[in-house]
């Protein structure tokens, strides 16, 4: 078990890397971190997602709300297509 955590504590700095208690904190929390940011990660990839597209239609003059509206009608009008 104690070669496990000192495994994932490979890289840290200092005793946090050899010393197992003090690595098996740090372990803990870089766990937690990497938990919560995998989420936060698909959170900002949404919202630089959002400001692209609305760049995009911005720029032919078109708002990012009248596209999206576009979107769910033609794809949903496609899926009504495919089920007769």
């Known amino acids: 078990r104690e070669k496990k955590i000192l495994e994932l504590a490979k890289g840290f ?3 946090t890397k050899n010393c197992i208690r003090i690595a098996r904190e740090r372990v803990e929390k870089a ?3 990497s938990y919560k940011d995998r989420r936060n990660k698909k959170r900002d990839m949404r919202s630089l997602w959002i400001e692209k597209i609305n760049a995009g239609t911005r720029i032919h003059g078109v708002s ?3 596209i999206i509206l576009l979107l769910l009608f033609f794809t949903n ?4 297509g495919s089920l007769k």
């Open 64 to 66: 990012f709300q009248i």
């Open 31 to 33: 766990l937690q971190y």
């Open 13 to 15: 700095r200092g005793r």
């Open 77 to 80: 009008a496609q899926l009504l």
